[in-house]
């Protein structure tokens, strides 16, 4: 029976946790993809990168909402068998706490293990990935990413353009042009410009037809003025410069090897995560119960003060290690340890002393 009661709660569990976690997970993505989109209309990401970027936020994010979803999951499963009544047949076929606790550590544990392999590898990596992504747009500016109306430089030539329209062809229409070189200005108006490729991959050539170039140094009397059918400005792309990785960046052997206070408040950021599962599915047992009358969602306000409190806490700690005011052997573990604590003193309170529901789980397993 006992065995029959806990499959019965790890489905329901897992059930409801894959449920929360899609939503979580809809509701972020699509705030991440406006702020992509955004990027991509500044030249931060290139318009065939847009999916890669959105895939590789979607693994950043899961290392923030597994933690919340298994809470979460377990406070409306386990309320849900109050509310009808479930849990208190199981009760009355012997299922106590300790019959309660193995399907959930169960899952716990499984995603406590995913949770840990994406904070302390995939994690880093998908931030390595979006920041060379975003550093290879800066440099490698295309007139196909222009847009109407808005001002754009190009690499390290100092060029800024602006166009009325922009074609999906690549080809801008009211062209306005601003290049500085030392103290001459250089000001082009054209009705058209494309982008063309020279013989060297690393130089590429705007060229403007129908229009007016103004070359002069400003405040001087004295400015050239040219009108041409056809003009090219060459310019070169900036070569990528290796730019220095902060702690989210850097690997797990990179962290270890430092002795710097952020790298270790990072190190032990990572390690919190699949900790914080652990600990919030410990201490969702006792907050799910309930009485029939409170209904499914009566420890759900309870469950979120909890899972901010933590956070926060986890949060503020993770300051005080980067800034020196707390020793890296203190750390992050304190917060884990006084909601442990929180955890059993709640778990004492609704189901009595271990002692208790200790021989409760031998009279279950001899029936």
């Known amino acids: 029976m006992a065995a029959i009661a806990e499959r019965y709660i790890l489905r329901e569990a897992v059930q409801v946790w894959l449920a929360v976690t899609g939503v979580l997970m809809v509701i972020l993505l699509t705030n991440q993809f406006a702020k992509v989109l955004g990027d991509a209309a500044a030249n931060k990401v290139p318009r065939d990168a847009l999916l890669l970027v959105l895939g590789l936020s979607s693994v950043q994010y899961l290392t923030?909402?597994?933690p919340v979803g298994v809470f979460l999951a377990i406070l409306l499963a386990l309320g849900r068998l109050y509310r009808d009544s479930e849990m208190?047949?199981?009760?009355?076929?012997g299922v106590g706490p300790a019959q309660l606790y193995r399907p959930v550590m169960t899952l716990a544990l499984l995603l406590a293990a995913i949770v840990g392999w994406l904070s302390l590898d995939m994690a880093p990596s998908a931030s390595r990935e979006v920041r060379r992504i975003g550093q290879e747009a800066r440099a490698r500016v295309d007139l196909q990413i222009m847009e109407a109306g808005r001002f754009v430089r190009f690499g390290g030539a100092g060029i800024v353009v602006y166009a009325e329209e922009a074609g999906e062809d690549g080809h801008l229409h009211g062209v306005f042009v601003e290049r500085r070189q030392d103290e001459i200005v250089e000001v082009i108006v054209a009705e058209e410009a494309f982008q063309r490729d020279t013989a060297d991959p690393k130089v590429k050539m705007l060229v403007f037809s129908q229009g007016r170039r103004y070359e002069g140094e400003p405040g001087a009397a004295?400015?050239?003025?040219?009108?041409?059918?056809?003009?090219g400005i060459p310019y070169t792309l900036p070569d990528l410069v290796a730019v220095e990785q902060g702690p989210r960046e850097r690997s797990l052997r990179a962290l270890l090897a430092s002795g710097g206070s952020a790298d270790m408040a990072e190190l032990q950021w990572r390690l919190s995560t699949p900790l914080m599962v652990l600990v919030l599915a410990f201490m969702a047992v006792p907050l799910g119960r309930s009485s029939p009358r409170q209904g499914r969602y009566a420890g759900l306000v309870t469950g979120l003060l909890v899972y901010i409190s933590y956070a926060n806490l986890l949060g503020a700690a993770r300051v005080w290690v980067e800034r020196g005011k707390v020793p890296a052997l203190v750390g992050l573990w304190w917060v884990h340890a006084l909601f442990l604590v929180a955890a059993l003193a709640l778990l004492a309170m609704r189901y009595g002393t271990g002692l208790v529901w200790l021989r409760r789980w031998r009279g279950a397993r001899r029936a």
Not at 88 to 93: D, N, S
Not at 222 to 231: D, G, P, Y
């Open 88 to 93: 208190y047949a199981l009760m009355a076929c």
């Open 64 to 66: 923030i909402l597994i």
């Open 222 to 231: 004295e400015f050239r003025i040219i009108e041409f059918a056809e003009h």
